[in-house]
């Protein structure tokens, strides 16, 4: 089975990168990871009293029985969730759309890092940047972590590189590395079988994927629902959560002339600069998408997780709301 393949082509040395002032010249490079933002579809309005799906729990009930108004948010594809002690979930709030399956963009990576994440004793082996993940970025215009060719980053490094900036070419580093097959299409093709066979243990119903990095084939799609309880367990592993919580990160790697390379990579979730207690957790947008997020934060030992799809831009402000109505409720 593909969740059983080891990496190709990966350093075996096995070595962490560490701080080096004796080595050559700096060659700073700085990544925002913005290039991911594309114009979405429009906007969807959410009923005033939050529709109830067939499965959500679309509303709290108050102690005299009476439904509590709901989120009053821009987007019906929504929920959230209240990860108790993270190991058990109690369904909060659903939009009306909650279980409508949509292209999700870029908050594909999460199942990405989950399934990279199933081999933890790999996280300090070398990857070697390719020009084919760098040609992919500028072939479908997607966001980047600027990897130059030949830089040596370690599958840690990698993660950070794909889940901060949301780097399209660190999410195809880890794929091909992760994936089995004597080529790269094959090896990420088997990688994609790997996310899926994931989706289907976690039991997500309505979730398919067809890429690595949500530039979707035409079968890339996931639900409100699915998202937030994927969201739910990826943050039950520590690597995960260390990494989505970071507003930027700076990386050390060996170039490709000896020399050692810098990189700055800043995350595009602006809830952790905007919310008390964000935890993360990724972004997503795109012309069919429109803009996405799957987010979580914790206050009084509460720990909530949601998920937004097909938003606007107000994706942010929606979050926002959804978590100040889960915390008063």
Do not use: C, W, Y
């Given at each position: 089975m593909g969740s059983h393949a080891r990496p190709n082509r990966i350093h075996r040395t096995g070595v962490r990168i560490a701080m080096v002032a004796l080595v050559g010249a700096a060659l700073p490079i700085t990544a925002g990871g913005l290039a991911e933002a594309a114009t979405p579809g429009g906007t969807h309005s959410a009923d005033d009293h939050g529709r109830q799906s067939s499965e959500a729990t679309t509303t709290a009930r108050a102690a005299d029985g009476q439904d509590q108004a709901a989120p009053q948010i821009n987007a019906d594809h929504a929920f959230l969730l209240d990860a108790r002690d993270g190991t058990q979930e109690r369904e909060l709030w659903g939009g009306a759309k909650a279980d409508e399956s949509v292209s999700m963009a870029s908050t594909t990576k999460i199942m990405t890092a989950l399934v990279v994440l199933k081999h933890p004793e790999w996280l300090n082996r070398q990857i070697t940047?390719?020009?084919?993940y760098r040609d992919y970025v500028q072939k479908v215009g997607g966001s980047t972590a600027d990897l130059q060719t030949g830089d040596k980053l370690t599958v840690e490094q990698m993660l950070?590189?794909?889940?901060?900036?949301?780097?399209?070419?660190?999410?195809?580093?880890?794929?091909?590395?992760?994936?089995?097959?004597?080529?790269?299409?094959?090896?990420?093709?088997?990688?994609?079988?790997?996310?899926?066979?994931?989706a289907q243990q976690l039991g997500l119903a309505g979730t398919h994927f067809d890429s690595f990095d949500g530039i979707s084939n035409g079968n890339n799609h996931s639900t409100a629902r699915d998202l937030a309880k994927l969201g739910q367990r990826a943050m039950l592993q520590p690597v995960f959560a260390d990494v989505v919580k970071k507003k930027q990160f700076k990386a050390e790697a060996p170039a490709a002339n000896g020399h050692i390379r810098y990189y700055t990579w800043d995350n595009t979730n602006k809830l952790l600069s905007s919310y008390d207690g964000a935890l993360g957790i990724k972004t997503g947008s795109g012309p069919e998408a429109g803009y996405a997020?799957?987010?979580?934060?914790?206050?009084?030992?509460?720990?909530?997780?949601?998920?937004?799809?097909?938003?606007?831009?107000?994706?942010?402000?929606?979050?926002?709301?959804?978590?100040?109505w889960g915390f008063a409720h």
């Open positions: 940047v390719k020009q084919e950070h590189a794909m889940l901060i900036p949301s780097g399209d070419d660190a999410a195809m580093a880890l794929a091909d590395n992760f994936g089995s097959g004597d080529t790269v299409d094959a090896r990420i093709a088997d990688f994609v079988n790997q996310m899926n066979a994931e997020l799957v987010f979580a934060a914790e206050r009084d030992n509460r720990t909530l997780v949601g998920a937004i799809l097909k938003d606007d831009q107000g994706r942010f402000d929606d979050a926002t709301k959804m978590l100040d």
